[in-house]
């Protein structure tokens, strides 16, 4: 994170936290399969639009798959998919529509998928959106200890000035009686 003064980059900061048990598993895991200590197959990951249509085309094929066994005609069974898919995609476009515009915005915060994975657990958007809180987290605990101990130094700038500020009065006061006196001997 850049260090400002003056509107000027003048430095970097690093935000660390302790990782919860979890994120420390995640990342386990993550790097033995980077180094390839695990098998390389994988099923194919989605976006969450992907997912959003996908089970609405597998609640449609279910539908239909009863609708064969109870016997519907074939119109009704196309009309009913057709209907189903637009209302699939339209309900899909909805729901992901918020979660994809949290996602580039949460991209803006903090972006890196293999991040995404050991914090979030997900390489699509509810992943991005966990590392980017994550990130938003910690930085503000990093922010709330640095304001304590700004207000730590301020209160001991203060008590020292107090004391210079009493010491100099004492001062003024001991020069100012000894004007009295050497007045008074004059």
Known sequence: MPVYEARQVVGYQSVRTKPKREWVERADRLYKTLNGERSAFKLPSFSMR????????????????????AGASLALMLAAALLGSLFAWLLAQGLTGVLLTTAAEAKKVYSNEVGALVYGDAANEVGQIQLAMTTMQSRRTTLVTRMGNVGSDLTSLGCEATSIADTTRDDVERQQTKLDEAAVAI
């Open 50 to 69: 992907g997912k959003s249509y996908l089970s609405m085309l597998l609640i449609i094929w279910l539908f239909s798959a009863a609708a064969i066994f």
